[in-house]
């Protein structure tokens, strides 16, 4: 079943001799359950891509369709909402609240929802990540992966159609990446979780089920490993 569908997007910025086209006319769709890796040169365009996808950024034109919803058509508040409920953002400097606990920085976007937390959905991703001992410390208490683990985790608590990563290790060394990108593959695996996963590193890559490459703004190539 398809959960992504993206139609002719472009995303320009400045004018006349300053244009610039980050996105150019790019078009692709992604199966429920599929695991993505987006590569590119730095300013390639991947990551702006990446954040139309995920309501951060409005495109110039064209369309995001995800679970049969055309994102690009709604208001700052209905984006809002669908972006907490159905998109889960894992970014590569965390972007936790320093003075929130890892408990609380996970549940924070249900308790942005006003929605219950289940006890036994919390235990259950903090078990998985390794963060069960973990639970009460604050970001600054966690190692660099921890405090990617407990990202992932926020990511995860709503079980969102889609789960999007912007160089999830591009801030890590070598072991914790290979530990960030095991616990995605096991998020797409376990909890069927869609996944697109950008990056530049080549072995990221080669964990994902396939690989579309973006040069200028546009797909140069686009296969399944």
Not at 14 to 32: C, I, P, R, T, Y
Not at 69 to 97: C, E, T, V
Not at 194 to 215: G, L, N, S
Request: glycine share 8%.
């Amino acid at each position: 079943m398809e959960i992504l569908r993206v139609e002719h997007l472009s995303r320009t910025y400045g004018k006349g001799e300053n244009l610039v086209k980050a996105v150019d006319d790019v078009s692709f769709s992604v199966e429920q359950g599929e695991f993505v890796a987006i590569i590119g040169a730095s300013g390639s365009g991947k990551s702006t891509l990446l954040h139309m996808i995920g309501g951060v950024d409005r495109p110039t034109s064209g369309s995001i369709w995800i679970n049969g919803k055309d994102i690009s058509q709604l208001g700052p508040d209905q984006l809002a909402i669908f972006r907490r409920r159905q998109i889960g953002i894992i970014y590569q400097f965390y972007n936790l609240i320093p003075i929130l606990t890892v408990a609380e920085n996970i549940t924070l976007p249900c308790e942005l929802d006003g929605a219950t937390v289940a006890p036994e959905r919390l235990q259950e991703l903090l078990d998985t990540l390794g963060l069960a001992d973990r639970r009460n410390h604050l970001p600054n208490e966690l190692s660099g992966g921890q405090q990617q683990r407990v990202s992932i985790g926020r990511a995860l608590i709503q079980n969102p159609a889609l789960m999007l990563a912007d160089e999830p290790t591009g801030n890590l060394d070598s072991r914790a990446s290979e530990e960030i990108v095991s616990l995605l593959r096991m998020s797409n695996k376990k909890y069927h979780q869609t996944v697109i996963i950008i990056t530049h590193d080549p072995e990221v890559a080669k964990q994902a089920d396939r690989i579309i490459a973006i040069e200028d703004g546009r797909i140069i190539r686009d296969e399944r490993q």
